[in-house]
């Protein structure tokens, strides 16, 4: 999610004594407090579920059902179903083996709302609708699934909240609805922390050994995304493999033992870089040169079919 909210221009309605009110003046006082609502509501509270929306369904069931709750979107939208829903378990026999496949229960705003009041205007056959009733969407999500890529983006960024899990086989509930994968909207009390391993692409810092060695870095940063943050975390990593590399050295390979020290700079919610440095004084007084080093992280960065293969392991720490 963006590190900062975005602020749309919204103007504020002023009333004067004996002035004519049309349905757009009143339209815009409605919107004047909605816009501000979603903006209290994004600046001060994070995607997820406020309250309610209690999910039931038991193994063997062919559909499921969702209580009365209140979410909040990554756009400080509001998300409300005010009566119990009753939600058909996706139409799936499985995965053509046998097993149960997995699906994601989402919900999300919609812009388009049912008519629960129409009114007729005055000197007028035509009526018009007063009354708007709240209803989100819901939508299952395959997971895995790459048709449902841009789906998965949107719960990525909080466009769309997670409800539960299920596993589904022959149309039916295989289990008992996992709610483990939803989100809370209310702040915290302890600090969100997460954690990954990173496979990246490396390139050498300048292309040549440095005054004290050699700097590699990831190129394009470490990505975060997965994380969530909503603010830039105090990130912490280290190479989970950069413990030797092989020399070839009068037609055969020696393994050369290294260390590094790494370095974390430009920390952003969504990435952050990432380099290590190989100290030129490691080599001194040894059959290994700092060269001889270089040319063999060199070579396995350019193996298109090996690489090299240093993994980031990296948390996250905001709040």
């Known amino acids: 999610m963006p590190s900062s909210t975005q602020v749309r221009f919204i103007d504020r309605v002023q009333f004067a004594d004996g002035q004519r009110l049309l349905a757009s003046d009143l339209q815009a006082l409605e919107e004047y407090q909605r816009e501000m609502r979603w903006l209290h509501n994004r600046s001060l509270h994070q995607p997820g ?3 309610g929306f209690a999910v039931r369904g038991e193994k063997g069931a062919p559909a499921l059902v969702i209580e009365p709750g209140y979410a909040i979107d990554a756009l400080g ?3 409300v179903l005010a009566e119990p829903h009753t939600e058909p378990v996706p139409p799936v026999a499985g995965d053509g083996a046998g097993n149960p496949v997995l699906f994601d229960l989402t919900v999300s705003y919609s812009a388009t709302l049912p008519e629960s009041e129409r009114r007729s205007a005055p000197c007028s056959n ?3 609708a007063v009354r708007l009733q709240e209803l989100p969407v819901f939508c299952w999500v395959r997971v895995g699934s790459p048709d449902a890529a841009s789906l998965r983006r949107q719960i990525e960024s909080g466009e769309r909240i997670l409800l539960a899990r299920v596993e589904v ?4 509930l295989h289990q008992r609805v996992s709610i483990a994968q939803r989100r809370n909207a209310k702040p915290s009390l302890h600090p969100y922390v997460f954690a990954a391993c990173s496979e990246v692409t490396w390139e050498i810092e300048n292309d040549q050994v440095g005054v004290h060695g050699i700097r590699v870095r990831a190129a394009g940063g470490v990505s975060t995304k997965a994380a969530g943050f909503r603010t830039a ?3 912490f990593a280290s190479l989970r493999d950069a413990h ?3 020399i070839e050295r009068d037609g055969s390979r020696e393994t050369v033992l290294i260390e590094t020290f790494a370095e974390i700079s430009n920390p952003q919610p969504e990435r952050f870089d990432f380099s290590v440095l190989i100290p030129r004084f490691l080599f001194n007084g040894t059959n290994t040169s700092i060269e001889e080093v270089r040319t063999a992280i060199d070579e396995r960065i350019q193996d298109e079919e090996k690489g090299l293969a240093w993994r980031i392991e990296w948390f996250g720490v905001e709040g």
């Not at 086989?169 to 039916?172: A, T």
């Open 244 to 246: 030797k590399i092989e």
């Open 233 to 235: 975390p105090h990130y």
């Open 77 to 79: 939208r509001e998300l």
């Open 49 to 51: 579920v406020a309250s």
């Open 126 to 128: 035509a009526t018009h």
């Open 169 to 172: 086989l022959n149309c039916q």
